[in-house]
């Protein structure tokens, strides 16, 4: 920073004593709780005055218009309620002292939360999120050019303190403040309160003694350099300030795509969900985003709603929310997703892929189902635009040929129709192709109205013939319905019928249910002869023809009704292509399933029932669903019809669409994954931030490549962040060698300058494989930490297998009820327990956590269970740890691939 000070400065600095460095800092104290006491005070005193809007408030309007309103209101006022509580909590978050191209100073106060008056002493308030919030950011020299009224101003930071205030026995306080100056710092203050309490005991007051000790007491209150702040509760680490690397991410604009990369403890969770909270208020957008925002589906109205953050933990989402409340957000299990809920919410509700106990749907989803290669999981981009391209083909291959077999009729009417058709479909006959729908919209009148008239008549033959079935026998509807309820779970089979999956209807009982399920299959019949094929008899209408005998209609009958139906079939494709692209979809991944399988390409050539997809499975068909959906909507055509009402199959997937988009642990994901959430997100601001490590991936699906991240938006900005504010100096060594063994080219992580990081080696004990010695070291193990920290921290048990977590819990406990230490299992990843317990996890739920202690049981288990991720999830584990880490194997030895690293390790701690 360039020197800068005012003549009037220089010339009376010589002739004022400056204050000690003591005096300096007992000002900055004296005068951040000052302001403590007078932002807090007004905040209190402003949530006293706030009163609920009546209705009498707005008795001028109309009820109707009133009663939006005042929902309008309270909306507005619980938001500024929220503000005022976090104020009354949480004065100030930093004091700034900046100083202009002139010499002139400021100085700022820094809060969460929009600051509610003005300080009296002539400093300025400001909201974090605010521009002038980056100030906070800043080291000492740094500077930032600030908007003002008269134009740009540059302010360099002179003085900076991070402050956590805390109101303890009625007053207010600041606790581990780090300082930093021009000439002094960083320093850290144990307690602003205490400071002065002690710097204001002299030899006047007490006796020499008294005054001599207060001295000294005071000097331990202030320690040189940072220190770093032990974990006391499991949560998302409390970060009130970014760095400045951090909070230069945090500040990008709106409609930025990006993805943050580093290691463990860099803060890449917590900038991700303060970042999202300066988007979400509206207050502290710029003119661009708020224009941006009003183009977008929610509106400005619905743009405070319109996010949706995916974590691929049930309890990593419980995880985070502690932290969005802290930022202000309003999160609901609605915003804070995993991604296995959503996708079954998804596929099963909105867009029939998977069945439901209300009808639609082919497909069972299955963890464990057996379809995929394993090369598959390593070439999803690729697999991916295999099954799209030939989806599309098919869809458009099958419009043409039966636009052909209309155009080819004997009827000149139908075959002039057919030919209409045929200029109609587009040159290309693949991909999209969304300006081809309007066109064919427009000849569907004409289609309906002659499947109409042939429907009628097919279904006044086949409707007489069962009349006089019942005439001969009156039971013939009893028996029939009586035979039809025992064919609930059978397959139907593809399109046997020509009706096409839009025209399907969910199955039924009773004999309304009865005779429609018997017209269906004769009409199944009847095509198959014109078709000169055998009806499927392993499918529903076969079977239930197969029960008819040789009851109904003679083959000379059914013959014209088969050919009717396949004009009927033909034209059906063209009544509502729109709808058939989006419910035929998983019919033709099925068909794709079946072809690529018999050509082993990407499914396995075993057997397995057809109605049977893995996740990934499911994953291919939704982006193919909301890619082409997306496409369709960014058609300018499609759009304006949309608007006015048409397409609505497009509907439920614009309904997904949100304003801004997060992922949290984004290589979990596959690329597949990540690209559908991509497109959930508002083509109008296209807002897509997500954060991971490679070297965390503990999916055998996750992404591994910056190609990976690219292929779901090609103009993706990756950046790296590197300063890891959890770890020791000790357990930091150990995660950059654990790194190295899988990924030898990865960046070191860098703990913060100045910070006191000295902590102590982590401990190994080999050999101990039943729970009785594990118990006995485990203890040991806790009663030393215990000792070390003063009190009991957050500490987890990490095991390798889910079936370990209940038993090894239960036998901790009982080693550890005589220190009056409880365990306690989070099984399946559920969080249990209190914050001074013993948690036992199974090491795939713990991504995303941080503990003070964590103990790593059964590693050679582990190394077996998943040889090809071992080193990650070891990483993983590892690295959930910021002070004590502990790991045990039963083998005498450790697994082979860790020998590299075991010098790191000692046998206990002191």
């Given at each position: 920073?360039?020197?800068?000070?005012?003549?009037?400065?220089?010339?009376?600095?010589?002739?004022?004593?400056?204050?000690?460095?003591?005096?300096?800092?007992?000002?900055?104290?004296?005068?951040?709780?000052?302001?403590?006491?007078?932002?807090?005070?007004?905040?209190?005193?402003?949530?006293?005055?706030?009163?609920?809007?009546?209705?009498?408030?707005?008795?001028?309007?109309?009820?109707?218009?009133?009663?939006?309103?005042?929902?309008?209101?309270?909306?507005?006022?619980?938001?500024?309620?929220?503000?005022?509580?976090?104020?009354?909590?949480?004065?100030?978050?930093?004091?700034?002292?900046?100083?202009?191209?002139?010499?002139?100073?400021?100085?700022?106060?820094?809060?969460?939360?929009?600051?509610?008056?003005?300080?009296?002493?002539?400093?300025?308030?400001?909201?974090?999120?605010?521009?002038?919030?980056?100030?906070?950011?800043?080291?000492?020299?740094?500077?930032?050019?600030?908007?003002?009224?008269?134009?740009?101003?540059?302010?360099?930071?002179?003085?900076?303190?991070?402050?956590?205030?805390?109101?303890?026995?009625?007053?207010?306080?600041?606790?581990?403040?780090?300082?930093?100056?021009?000439?002094?710092?960083?320093?850290?203050?144990?307690?602003?309160?205490?400071?002065?309490?002690?710097?204001?005991?002299?030899?006047?007051?007490?006796?020499?003694?008294?005054?001599?000790?207060?001295?000294?007491?005071?000097?331990?209150?202030?320690?040189?350099?940072?220190?770093?702040?032990?974990?006391?509760?499991?949560?998302?680490?409390?970060?009130?300030?970014?760095?400045?690397?951090?909070?230069?991410?945090?500040?990008?604009?709106?409609?930025?795509?990006?993805?943050?990369?580093?290691?463990?403890?860099?803060?890449?969770?917590?900038?991700?969900?303060?970042?999202?909270?300066?988007?979400?208020?509206?207050?502290?957008?710029?003119?661009?985003?708020?224009?941006?925002?009003?183009?977008?589906?929610?509106?400005?109205?619905?743009?405070?709603?319109?996010?949706?953050?995916?974590?691929?933990?049930?309890?990593?989402?419980?995880?985070?929310?502690?932290?969005?409340?802290?930022?202000?957000?309003?999160?609901?299990?609605?915003?804070?997703?995993?991604?296995?809920?959503?996708?079954?919410?998804?596929?099963?509700?909105?867009?029939?892929?998977?069945?439901?106990?209300?009808?639609?749907?082919?497909?069972?989803?299955?963890?464990?189902?057996?379809?995929?290669?394993?090369?598959?999981?390593?070439?999803?981009?690729?697999?991916?635009?295999?099954?799209?391209?030939?989806?599309?083909?098919?869809?458009?291959?099958?419009?043409?040929?039966?636009?052909?077999?209309?155009?080819?009729?004997?009827?000149?009417?139908?075959?002039?129709?057919?030919?209409?058709?045929?200029?109609?479909?587009?040159?290309?006959?693949?991909?999209?192709?969304?300006?081809?729908?309007?066109?064919?919209?427009?000849?569907?009148?004409?289609?309906?109205?002659?499947?109409?008239?042939?429907?009628?008549?097919?279904?006044?033959?086949?409707?007489?013939?069962?009349?006089?079935?019942?005439?001969?026998?009156?039971?013939?509807?009893?028996?029939?319905?009586?035979?039809?309820?025992?064919?609930?779970?059978?397959?139907?089979?593809?399109?046997?019928?020509?009706?096409?999956?839009?025209?399907?209807?969910?199955?039924?009982?009773?004999?309304?249910?009865?005779?429609?399920?018997?017209?269906?299959?004769?009409?199944?019949?009847?095509?198959?002869?014109?078709?000169?094929?055998?009806?499927?008899?392993?499918?529903?209408?076969?079977?239930?023809?197969?029960?008819?005998?040789?009851?109904?209609?003679?083959?000379?009958?059914?013959?014209?009704?088969?050919?009717?139906?396949?004009?009927?079939?033909?034209?059906?494709?063209?009544?509502?292509?729109?709808?058939?692209?989006?419910?035929?979809?998983?019919?033709?991944?099925?068909?794709?399933?079946?072809?690529?399988?018999?050509?082993?390409?990407?499914?396995?050539?075993?057997?397995?029932?057809?109605?049977?997809?893995?996740?990934?499975?499911?994953?291919?068909?939704?982006?193919?669903?909301?890619?082409?959906?997306?496409?369709?909507?960014?058609?300018?055509?499609?759009?304006?019809?949309?608007?006015?009402?048409?397409?609505?199959?497009?509907?439920?997937?614009?309904?997904?669409?949100?304003?801004?988009?997060?992922?949290?642990?984004?290589?979990?994901?596959?690329?597949?994954?990540?690209?559908?959430?991509?497109?959930?997100?508002?083509?109008?601001?296209?807002?897509?931030?997500?954060?991971?490590?490679?070297?965390?991936?503990?999916?055998?699906?996750?992404?591994?490549?910056?190609?990976?991240?690219?292929?779901?938006?090609?103009?993706?900005?990756?950046?790296?962040?590197?300063?890891?504010?959890?770890?020791?100096?000790?357990?930091?060594?150990?995660?950059?060698?654990?790194?190295?063994?899988?990924?030898?080219?990865?960046?070191?992580?860098?703990?913060?300058?100045?910070?006191?990081?000295?902590?102590?080696k982590p401990v190994l004990a080999t050999g101990i494989g039943d729970h009785a010695a594990i118990g006995a070291w485990l203890s040991a193990r806790i009663e030393e930490i215990e000792r070390l920290s003063k009190e009991l921290p957050?500490?987890?048990?990490?095991?390798?297998?889910?079936?370990?977590?209940?038993?090894?819990?239960?036998?901790?406990?009982?080693?550890?009820?005589?220190?009056?230490?409880?365990?306690?299992?989070?099984?399946?990843?559920?969080?249990?327990?209190?914050?001074?317990?013993?948690?036992?996890?199974?090491?795939?739920?713990?991504?995303?956590?941080?503990?003070?202690?964590?103990?790593?049981?059964?590693?050679?288990?582990?190394?077996?269970?998943?040889?090809?991720?071992?080193?990650?999830?070891?990483?993983?584990?590892?690295?959930?740890?910021?002070?004590?880490?502990?790991?045990?194997?039963?083998?005498?030895?450790?697994?082979?691939?860790?020998?590299?690293?075991?010098?790191?390790?000692?046998?206990?701690?002191?």
């Amino acid at each position: 920073m360039p020197h800068r000070q005012n003549d009037l400065a220089a010339a009376t600095s010589e002739a004022a004593k400056p204050p000690s460095q003591d005096e300096h800092l007992g000002d900055i104290a004296q005068k951040s709780l000052d302001f403590f006491e007078e932002a807090a005070g007004a905040a209190q005193e402003a949530l006293g005055e706030e009163r609920r809007p009546g209705m009498n408030v707005l008795a001028v309007v109309n009820t109707l218009t009133a009663e939006k309103a005042v929902r309008n209101l309270e909306g507005m006022n619980e938001a500024r309620r929220r503000e005022l509580r976090v104020l009354s909590t949480e004065p100030a978050i930093a004091r700034i002292v900046a100083e202009d191209e002139h010499g002139k100073r400021k100085t700022y106060f820094i809060s969460r939360a929009t600051p509610h008056t003005k300080p009296r002493d002539g400093s300025a308030a400001a909201s974090y999120r605010a521009p002038i919030g980056r100030l906070a950011a800043l080291p000492v020299g740094g500077d930032l050019d600030v908007r003002t009224p008269a134009g740009v101003v540059n302010m360099a930071v002179v003085e900076r303190a991070l402050l956590r205030p805390a109101h303890r026995d009625g007053e207010w306080d600041s606790v581990n403040s780090a300082l930093q100056g021009e000439t002094y710092g960083p320093l850290t203050i144990t307690s602003f309160r205490e400071f002065l309490r002690l710097r204001g005991v002299t030899a006047e007051e007490a006796d020499l003694l008294e005054a001599a000790l207060a001295e000294d007491r005071a000097a331990g209150i202030v320690a040189e350099g940072l220190r770093r702040n032990a974990i006391t509760k499991m949560e998302l680490r409390d970060q009130a300030v970014l760095d400045q690397y951090q909070d230069e991410i945090f500040r990008l604009p709106l409609d930025t795509r990006l993805v943050i990369l580093g290691p463990p403890g860099t803060g890449k969770t917590t900038t991700l969900i303060k970042r999202l909270g300066l988007k979400l208020d509206h207050e502290y957008l710029t003119d661009e985003e708020k224009d941006l925002v009003a183009t977008t589906a929610a509106g400005s109205a619905g743009h405070a709603r319109s996010w949706i953050m995916f974590t691929p933990t049930d309890l990593l989402r419980q995880y985070v929310k502690e932290a969005f409340a802290r930022e202000n957000i309003a999160a609901s299990d609605e915003h804070i997703s995993t991604w296995d809920d959503f996708r079954r919410d998804t596929a099963r509700h909105r867009f029939g892929i998977l069945r439901s106990g209300a009808g639609g749907g082919i497909f069972v989803m299955k963890d464990d189902a057996p379809s995929l290669q394993e090369t598959t999981l390593a070439l999803q981009r690729e697999w991916f635009a295999d099954f799209d391209g030939w989806q599309s083909e098919y869809f458009w291959n099958d419009l043409r040929t039966n636009a052909q077999a209309l155009n080819g009729h004997k009827d000149s009417g139908i075959a002039r129709l057919g030919a209409q058709l045929l200029e109609t479909l587009p040159g290309t006959l693949s991909g999209t192709n969304a300006t081809a729908f309007p066109a064919l919209a427009a000849v569907a009148d004409e289609v309906q109205t002659l499947i109409a008239r042939l429907r009628t008549s097919t279904d006044a033959t086949i409707r007489t013939a069962i009349g006089q079935e019942l005439r001969k026998d009156k039971t013939f509807l009893n028996q029939l319905a009586d035979f039809v309820a025992t064919l609930a779970d059978t397959d139907e089979g593809e399109d046997e019928d020509g009706e096409g999956e839009e025209d399907r209807r969910p199955i039924r009982v009773g004999k309304d249910a009865a005779v429609d399920a018997l017209m269906r299959a004769i009409r199944g019949k009847a095509r198959a002869k014109a078709m000169g094929r055998a009806l499927n008899r392993e499918t529903r209408n076969g079977r239930i023809i197969e029960w008819l005998g040789d009851r109904g209609l003679s083959d000379s009958d059914l013959l014209p009704i088969g050919e009717s139906i396949q004009v009927q079939s033909a034209a059906r494709r063209f009544v509502n292509p729109l709808q058939r692209y989006y419910s035929g979809l998983p019919g033709r991944y099925r068909r794709y399933r079946r072809a690529r399988q018999g050509e082993g390409r990407w499914y396995s050539t075993g057997d397995f029932p057809a109605s049977d997809v893995h996740p990934l499975e499911v994953d291919l068909m939704l982006l193919a669903l909301l890619k082409a959906g997306r496409s369709m909507l960014e058609d300018r055509r499609i759009a304006r019809a949309f608007a006015q009402g048409e397409y609505r199959p497009l509907a439920p997937i614009r309904e997904l669409y949100r304003t801004q988009v997060v992922v949290d642990e984004a290589t979990d994901f596959s690329p597949i994954q990540l690209a559908c959430m991509a497109q959930l997100s508002d083509p109008a601001a296209s807002a897509f931030v997500a954060c991971g490590d490679f070297n965390q991936r503990i999916t055998s699906w996750g992404s591994r490549s910056d190609a990976d991240l690219k292929w779901v938006y090609p103009d993706f900005e990756i950046r790296a962040i590197t300063v890891t504010y959890r770890h020791s100096r000790q357990l930091n060594e150990l995660a950059r060698s654990i790194a190295h063994l899988s990924a030898p080219e990865t960046p070191e992580a860098q703990l913060p300058p100045r910070t006191d990081n000295e902590g102590f080696k982590p401990v190994l004990a080999t050999g101990i494989g039943d729970h009785a010695a594990i118990g006995a070291w485990l203890s040991a193990r806790i009663e030393e930490i215990e000792r070390l920290s003063k009190e009991l921290p957050p500490i987890a048990v990490l095991v390798s297998n889910e079936d370990e977590v209940i038993p090894l819990a239960d036998y901790l406990n009982g080693v550890l009820r005589g220190k009056n230490i409880r365990a306690v299992p989070c099984s399946r990843g559920q969080l249990a327990g209190q914050d001074n317990d013993v948690r036992v996890f199974d090491v795939q739920h713990i991504k995303g956590l941080e503990f003070e202690a964590v103990f790593f049981v059964g590693l050679d288990r582990l190394a077996e269970r998943y040889p090809d991720l071992f080193e990650k999830y070891l990483y993983v584990g590892a690295t959930r740890a910021a002070m004590f880490l502990g790991m045990t194997t039963s083998a005498p030895s450790l697994p082979d691939q860790m020998r590299a690293i075991e010098d790191h390790f000692g046998p206990k701690w002191p």
